[in-house]
Nanobody, 127 residues
Framework: VQLQAFGGGLVQPGGSLRLSCAVSGFTMDYWSIGWIRQAPGKEREAVSCITSSGGSTFYSASVKGRFTISRDFAENMAYLQMDSLTPEDTAVYYC?????????????????????WGQGTQVTVSS
């Protein structure tokens, strides 16, 4: 059973990256998926989540309008399209899944709130 985020890298301010979340050994079909980031010296932040049906998506204020979360049930994958990146987006990004809360009022942010928490991928936004 494995969950892993990948697709990070170094990008200039204003650029874009697409993160992917790959799952093996189980299906995420019935669970919400979250993207969480951790920047050095900052609190962990839930930046986006998508409900189990894929019908609802939610974003933190810091990324709304710039990031887009999606999921592919056939491929058992999730994605985070990140546009108009700024240096403040620099962080390690994690994907996680489980029967967790994903709503306008609350996005799960801590590892214990999820059943599966993947290895992160580093995103660095710098000129």
């Amino acid at each position: 059973v494995q969950l892993q985020a990948f697709g990070g890298g170094l990008v200039q301010p204003g650029g874009s990256l697409r993160l992917s979340c790959a799952v093996s050994g189980f299906t995420m079909d019935y669970w919400s998926i979250g993207w969480i980031r951790q920047a050095p010296g900052k609190e962990r932040e839930a930046v986006s989540c998508i409900t189990s049906s894929g019908g609802s998506t939610f974003y933190s204020a810091s990324v709304k309008g710039r990031f887009t979360i999606s999921r592919d049930f056939a491929e058992n994958m999730a994605y985070l399209q990140m546009d108009s990146l700024t240096p403040e987006d620099t962080a390690v990004y994690y994907c996680a899944t489980g029967p967790t809360r994903c709503s306008y009022y609350y996005m799960a942010v801590e590892e214990y709130e999820y059943d599966y928490w993947g290895q992160g991928t580093q995103v660095t936004v710098s000129s």
